[in-house]
Structure formats: C-alpha cells, structure tokens
C-alpha cells in the first residue's frame, strides 16, 4: 500500500487556572484534521478541581464530528467522563469513569458504551 502523503492537524488550547475556585486548571481544546479517512473535527473541554490534599477531580467532556470521505456519512460521538487523581512526591494515580454516546448518520448505528480505566505512574528523574 503506498503512503498517503503529509496528514495535517490543527489544534488551538485555552488554559485557565482560578477560573471557578482557587487552584483549578482548564483547557479548551478544538482539533481540525483532513485524513485518509476524512474530516475530524473535535471540541474538548477539562477541568481539574482541588478536593483536598494531594486528591483533584476533574470533569471531563469531548465532542468528535467525523465526515467520512469514502461514503459521505457523518459520524458524531459524545464523551463525558470524571477523573479522580492523587499525585504526591513522583507517584500518581488516576481513576477514570465514563461514558460513550454516538450516531453515524449513515447507516443510524448507535454506538453505546461506558468505561473504568485505572492508571499509576512514578516518576523516574
């Protein structure tokens, strides 16, 4: 299979911290891509909140819009999801809960779905 050539991807970010309470962080994102596959397009928008300690909360939410060039069908997916974390000295660990909603116009196939994904990382300097 020969190679597609150059993909290009946009992304813009807004960071913002202070915005609702003292010591959040969040970030706007907006992706814009032609593929091999099609048009991508994708809204996200996270926040993480302080809790207590080392414990942060930060909801979650991401819109993808995908035009198909092959058929011309569009598909949209909705991802709302919560993430809990602990970070202190080099350790982290993340708890992450959500769920998946999406439609692909063509053929009216619902996608559902809900996810747990857990991960631990430490740093290594």
Known sequence: MPASGVLLTY?????GSNLWTTGDFNVVTFTHGNTVIGRIDSLSANSR?????????????????????????QENTYIPSLL???QRDRK?????FGGQLG???AFLQLQNGTFVQTRTRR???
Do not use: C, H, V
């Open 11 to 15: 992304q813009a970010q807004m960071y």
């Open 84 to 86: 809990l974390d602990y």
């Open 103 to 105: 439609k692909r116009e």
């Open 49 to 73: 909140f302080p809790i207590g300690g080392a414990w942060r909360l930060g909801p979650r939410f991401t819109i993808d819009r995908l035009n198909t060039g092959s058929d011309g069908s």
């Open 123 to 125: 740093a290594t300097m």
């Open 92 to 96: 982290l660990f993340q708890l992450e």
